[in-house]
């Protein structure tokens, strides 16, 4: 069983920037970000596989940035040029070997507690 903590979020003016942190207590391939708005299905924002490979939504591509310590077991999420439609609960997700670099959350199955981003127009 992997633990997942996220830290970071908050709230910010449009056009702001904020960087959310996860850590996890164990290795997993797979490391990624989610978001739940009031209203709406959750939604994959941007996944890590070990320090390579990524993917991104296209609503998030060329504003975020994902990244991973693999020492420290953490991913990190870069979010700038922040819009009120970023408005979410971030949740931090985590899959072991195999399966692909998706951003389905229903192939995740270690979820952080979340932590709120709130952008202001």
């Known amino acids: 069983q992997v633990q997942l903590v996220e830290s970071g979020g908050g709230s910010v003016q449009a056009g702001g920037a904020l960087r959310l942190s996860c850590a996890a207590s164990?290795?997993?391939?797979?490391m990624g970000w989610f978001r739940q708005a009031p209203g709406k299905e959750r939604e994959g924002v941007a996944v890590?596989?070990?320090?390579?490979?990524?993917t991104y939504a296209d609503s998030v591509k060329g504003r975020f940035t994902i990244s991973r310590d693999m020492g420290k077991n953490t991913v990190y999420l870069q979010m700038n040029s922040l819009k009120p439609e970023d408005t979410a609960m971030y949740y931090c997700?985590?899959?072991?070997?195999?399966?692909?670099?998706?951003?389905?959350?229903?192939?995740?199955?270690?979820w952080g507690q979340g932590t709120q981003v709130t952008v202001s127009s």
């Open positions: 997700a985590a899959k072991g070997h195999g399966g692909s670099l998706s951003l389905r959350p229903d192939e995740y199955y270690y």
């Open positions: 164990g290795y997993t391939a797979y």
């Open positions: 890590v596989l070990g320090f390579g490979s990524t």
